[in-house]
């Protein structure tokens, strides 16, 4: 089963909107932590936002924010404001549990925002 | 100051020949990294080293082989190269302790195309 999923293989956004990137997750683990990346046409990955299990409230950067489900096992992306340079790759991540330091990806969404 | 340098950043050769990359991390960072993302940009780790001493090793073939002379620097060497190990390889850091989220840096990426 994949551990993390990522439906949207592409969305398009007009600048000055927001754009939800959905992400789901599979674990049994109590604990876990939860990541998005965005990796731009120049190929570098650069870390956005953090969600732990055990927050309670959803993480917030700037114009990012997680909309972190627990129920659901969902950690979808919310970019308010889009800008032109948001088209990009967008990767969410898992770590499982408290021992270890492997990050399992997602297929990632490619976001392309228009003028 | 670049924080995960990886050279070289591009790589072409033929197949069976042996290649390495080489990282360096100047982040203080005790665990470090290695990702392949192929060509539809799914990130799958390959091996992680803690201090110098191998944490991950996921079901790579052997010709790949990490080399870690210190914390800081993480090797990657691969021997008789084939068409699939065409790919962008990624060197990673990171500090994982309490209170600290253990995001991931990467590096600038290493596009290895064999021919």
Redesign the interface.
């Known amino acids: 089963a994949q551990k993390i999923t990522q439906t949207q293989p592409g969305m398009f956004v007009q600048e000055k909107e927001a754009v939800t990137l959905d992400c789901t997750y599979d674990t049994s683990d109590p604990s876990y932590g939860l990541f998005w990346y965005k990796q731009p046409s120049s190929g570098e990955m650069i870390f956005l936002i953090y969600q732990g299990s055990y927050d309670q409230q959803n993480a917030t950067e700037g114009r990012y924010s997680l909309n972190f489900q627990k129920a659901r096992k969902s950690a979808n992306l919310v970019i308010s404001a889009s800008q032109l340079g948001d088209s990009a790759m967008y990767f969410c991540a898992m770590r499982e549990g408290r021992n270890t330091d492997k990050l399992i990806f997602g297929t990632g969404t490619r976001l392309q925002v228009f003028p | 100051d670049t924080a995960v340098s990886q050279t070289p950043k591009y790589l072409v050769t033929q197949m069976g020949n042996d290649k390495s990359i080489k990282c360096e991390q100047n982040l203080g960072h005790d ?1 470090m ?1 290695w990702y392949k993302q192929d060509s ?6 390959m091996f ?1 080293y ?1 201090n110098k001493e191998l ?2 090793n996921e079901t790579v073939p052997n010709r790949f082989s990490p080399k870690s002379p210190d914390k800081a620097h993480l090797n990657l060497h691969i021997n008789s190269l084939e068409l699939g190990d065409s790919a ?1 390889y ?1 060197c ?1 850091s ?1 500090l ?1 302790t309490s209170g600290n ?6 590096g ?2 290493s ?1 290895l195309t064999v021919l």
């Open positions: 665990t990294y539809k940009k799914f990130l799958k780790i992680s803690n944490i991950i962008v990624f990673a990171s994982w989220t253990g995001e991931l840096f990467f600038e990426g596009r």
